[in-house]
């Protein structure tokens, strides 16, 4: 979180044992689109792909953590939940808005396998059991 928003700043990094922190870029497309916040994070389980949520900026992010690369985002109002699955490339998000949303991840960004709505408003816990 940067509760100064006169100059965006990165928002995620990685810190590799006996490394120093390394800032991965904000959006190429639209640098201000997370609107200076993360509320979850999590890492797939293959370890290739970091994603992170937005609720104030009603988006999913995607890095590359072999280089840090932003691969893209995915668009969804008040998202903030966020847990990877067993599946490689695959996480899982929900929404203060009862979104349940299936998510595989790849080199071209993030792509939506399923969408449920839930009558139900979700916070940012989300863990997979």
Avoid at 13 to 19: A, E, N, S
Avoid at 79 to 104: E, N, R, Y
């Amino acid at each position: 979180q940067d509760q100064d928003r006169a100059q965006l700043r990165p928002l995620m990094g990685i810190l590799r044992v006996g490394g120093e922190i390394a800032l991965l870029p904000l959006p190429g497309d639209d640098a201000g689109s997370l609107r200076s916040y993360v509320g979850s994070v999590a890492i797939d389980s293959s370890g290739r792909f970091a994603a992170a949520t937005s609720p104030k900026g009603g988006r999913i992010g995607l890095w590359a953590l072999g280089d840090g690369r932003w691969l893209g985002g995915f668009a969804l109002q008040d998202v903030c939940g966020l847990a990877c699955d067993a599946q490689s490339g695959c996480f899982w998000a929900t929404s203060g808005l009862g979104d349940v949303v299936k998510l595989i991840a790849s080199d071209a960004g993030l792509m939506a396998e399923a969408h449920w709505r839930a009558p139900a408003a979700f916070d940012n816990h989300l863990l997979r059991i």
